[in-house]
């Protein structure tokens, strides 16, 4: 590489997702051996701080969030990687002075992570273009891809326009996450569940990513965004359509891909009909005295939703899903409730746990031990993230997602079509829903009530285990 470094440059580097997620990600690839040979990380931020003073911010959030152990050895051979500049980069006029520095600290490949609010995508990568940067490096964005979908289609010919489309990564990190990847591997290898995965068999399927947070110090950010556009237009979409996919010809990326776009494709608009019966956004109390929240915000912090996918598999079988903050617990799971044979036998339930605990639960029935001759639900409870060795061993998301981008693995990313189709749906779902006030609900609850009664009304409610 001629005496030149790579790097990794991050723009957004004193904001919560570097050092929650980015920092430690990149410490555990260098603790576990993964991190590529001399890589240098570029911290970008607007607060003034010196290299050292950046460097012990960085100890505090590594030793708090890395999976893996603070080492002090380890962490000091990551510190001195780490360079802080500081600049603003909404002004393109600062850009020429980030060209010199990249230049003096050697830096020849480069992949620049966005971790900025999307309104600033256009901006950044409109700065590196003009020093010559953008080419021939590779970006990763954070989601959301834009905020609507008008906006996501400009900033999308934009950055293709900057970097070219086959080094655009679009980051969503649910599809770092092992559960999320082992769905189709539970699917699709076990004939009890691969030969029942239909509306014929399955009386609903619920989508679950609750948070015990509130929106802590990015309030500036999500009271633009709200639930939908930072969780269901991306993440839960993503594993909406991993759920619902036909089998793909080949686990290929592009095969995959092409079927999780299928199901996007299929799902049934919403309209001023049924939107009543399909959709529910609430707001915790609370929420509006939060710093940089607007206070009379009408932005959600919870989202109910009832889709359907209209194709053969799935006609008019619901899928629930659920997301919001202040929820009391963080609970990430997915569950398949499967027709009961008759009302008074509870169902079989598949649940797959995505997080805090990483595992597979089957609620079945069998008879009642003893001279019974009654039904009883009972549990099998296979933890996944129980065994030390399997916690050990399992990356984070964020840790994959860096590991893919650095070997230029695109099938880990959001692919542009799939992020066009669930903007159609989330647009629409916005215009119909118009200037209503969300329904409140109390932090450290369940959420709105209305959000049960979406489930109440087909027969069902949102599965816990017992
Ligand atoms: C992010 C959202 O994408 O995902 C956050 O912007 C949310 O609001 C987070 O808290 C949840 O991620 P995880 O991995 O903790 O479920």
Not at 231 to 256: D, G, K, Y
Request: glycine share 6%; proline share 5%; aromatic share 12%.
């Amino acid at each position: 590489m001629n005496g030149k470094r790579p790097a990794i440059t991050i723009f957004g580097g004193t904001g919560d997702l570097t050092f929650r997620k980015l920092l430690p990600a990149l410490y555990n690839r260098m603790l576990s051996g993964s991190a590529p040979d001399g890589q240098d990380i570029i911290i970008i931020g607007r607060r003034a701080y010196t290299d050292a003073e950046y460097r012990e911010k960085a100890r505090e959030w590594v030793k708090k969030f890395a999976r893996l152990p603070y080492r002090e050895k380890t962490f000091e051979t990551f510190a001195q990687s780490i360079r802080y500049y500081r600049m603003d980069f909404t002004n393109l006029e600062a850009y020429p002075a980030l060209d010199t520095f990249l230049d003096e600290q050697g830096i020849e490949t480069c992949v620049f992570y966005f971790a900025v609010a999307p309104r600033f995508f256009a901006t950044i990568a409109e700065g590196l273009f003009q020093i010559g940067h953008a080419q021939g490096s590779q970006v990763i964005l954070e989601k959301p891809f834009g905020e609507n979908l008008d906006d996501a289609r400009a900033l999308n010919a934009r950055l293709e326009a900057a970097f070219g489309a086959e080094n655009i990564y679009r980051i969503d990190h649910y599809l770092g996450k092992e559960m999320v990847r082992n769905v189709q591997t539970i699917r699709f290898t076990n004939p009890i569940f691969a030969d029942a995965w239909d509306a014929k068999h399955i009386a609903c399927i619920q989508i679950s990513a609750l948070e015990d947070v509130g929106v802590e110090t990015r309030g500036g950010y999500y009271d633009h965004s709200g639930a939908l556009r930072d969780m269901v237009q991306n993440h839960l979409f993503q594993i909406l359509s991993i759920l619902a996919m036909e089998r793909p010809a080949a686990f290929t990326p592009e095969a995959m891909h092409e079927e999780q776009l299928r199901v996007l494709r299929a799902l049934r608009p919403l309209t001023e009909e049924n939107i009543a019966d399909q959709v529910v956004l609430g707001q915790y109390d609370g929420y509006r005295e939060e710093t940089n929240v607007a206070p009379d915000s009408k932005t959600e912090t919870y989202a109910a939703l009832k889709v359907f996918v209209d194709n053969d598999r799935w006609r008019d079988m619901p899928f629930y899903i659920r997301t919001g903050k202040k929820l009391g617990r963080r609970e990430m799971e997915v569950a398949v409730v499967f027709k009961s044979p008759s009302p008074d036998i509870a169902p079989t339930v598949l649940l797959v746990k995505f997080q805090p605990t990483e595992g597979v639960y089957l609620q079945f029935n069998i008879k009642r031990p003893g001279d019974f001759e009654d039904i009883m639900p009972v549990k099998m409870d296979f933890c996944q993230s129980c065994s030390i060795a399997n916690r050990i061993n399992t990356p984070e998301a964020y840790e994959r997602l860096l590991s893919a981008c650095f070997h230029g693995e695109r099938s880990w990313f959001s692919q542009w079509d799939q992020i066009e189709t669930s903007w159609k749906y989330v647009d629409r779902l916005e215009e119909l829903w118009g200037d209503r006030t969300p329904a409140a609900y109390a932090p450290d609850t369940a959420g709105p009530r209305e959000a049960d009664a979406l489930l109440e009304q087909d027969g069902h409610h949102w599965f816990r285990e017992p």
